[in-house]
C-alpha cells in the first residue's frame, strides 16, 4: 500500500437503498440545457444541438440533508436533476449497450452561482465558479437498476417553502441517458462511480437562507432540503 506524503482525501461515498455498501464516486459530469423549457427560459435556442457537459467534483455531492449557501454570490438558484451512478464505463460506449453500465439513479440538485455563472458565461471563461463550489450537489439516496429498473420517464418536482417552482418529466430530456453515456464516452474514458447529472427542467429561480427546498422524481422518493 502506498504511503502519501499528506493525507490523503476520503473517497466520496453515497448511500444505496436497500443494502449497507455504499457507492464511491469517481468523476462528475453534468449536461447543461437538457429540457427544452429550461433552454428557452436561458435564452437559447431548444434546437438539438450538440449536447454539452460542465463538471462537478466529486466531493461537491452532499449529503447532509441541508444546503449550506455559498460564499460571494447573492443569487443561488436551484436545479433539480435525476443523476445516473455507473458501475463499469469505458471509450466509445455504443447506445444500445450503454444502460449496462449503469449502476443506480438518485434526486439531486444542480445548486448554481448564476451571477458568478452569468459573468463567467459573458466573458467566455469556464463554469466552475458558478458550478462546483462546495456542497453545490445534495444528493438522495441511490435506488439501484435491481430495485427500480432503468428510469426515464415520471414527474420531477422541486418547490420551494411549499410552493411549485420547477415541474417536467424525465421524458422531457432532449438527450436520453444512453445518449448521455455514448457521447460522454466518445471524448472521456467513463468508469465505474462516474455520475451523470442529467439536466433540469424549466423553473430554476434563486433560494435565500430560511428556505426550504422539497425536490421529488416519480420512482426516486423525495428530500427535502433547507438552506442554511
Ligand atoms: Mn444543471
Known amino acids: 500500500m502506498a504511503e502519501y506524503a ?48 460542465f463538471q462537478k467534483n466529486a466531493n461537491n455531492l452532499d449529503i447532509s440533508g441541508e444546503f449550506l449557501y455559498p460564499p460571494k454570490s447573492s443569487d443561488v438558484h436551484h436545479e433539480i436533476e435525476m443523476a445516473v451512478m455507473l458501475k463499469s464505463g469505458g471509450k466509445n460506449i455504443a447506445q444500445a449497450q450503454a444502460l449496462e453500465h449503469v449502476f443506480g439513479y438518485a434526486l439531486c440538485l444542480d445548486m448554481t452561482r448564476r451571477d458568478l455563472q452569468g459573468v463567467a458565461k459573458k466573458s467566455g471563461r469556464p463554469w466552475e465558479i458558478g458550478k462546483a463550489f462546495e456542497r453545490s450537489a445534495p444528493v438522495g439516496v441511490i435506488h439501484t437498476v435491481d430495485e427500480v429498473g432503468h428510469v426515464d420517464q415520471g414527474r420531477v418536482e422541486l418547490k420551494v417553502n411549499g410552493e411549485i417552482k420547477q415541474e417536467g418529466d424525465l421524458n422531457q430530456m432532449i438527450w436520453k441517458v444512453p445518449e448521455m453515456i455514448a457521447y460522454l464516452s466518445e471524448y472521456f474514458e467513463l468508469d465505474a462511480g462516474d455520475v451523470i447529472l442529467s439536466g433540469t427542467p424549466a423553473g430554476v429561480g434563486p433560494i435565500v437562507k430560511g428556505d426550504t427546498m422539497a425536490v421529488s422524481i416519480e420512482g426516486l422518493g423525495a428530500m427535502t432540503v433547507p438552506v442554511v
Not at 453534468?30 to 449536447?51: K, T, V, W
Request: net charge neutral; aromatic share 10%; proline share 15%.
Open 6 to 53: 499528506i493525507q490523503a482525501p476520503p473517497i466520496v461515498a453515497l448511500p444505496v437503498a436497500g443494502i449497507e455498501k455504499q457507492f464511491p464516486v469517481r468523476r462528475v459530469y453534468c449536461i447543461g440545457r437538457n429540457y427544452a423549457a429550461h433552454a428557452i427560459e436561458m435564452g437559447h435556442d431548444p434546437d438539438r444541438e450538440p449536447p454539452f457537459f
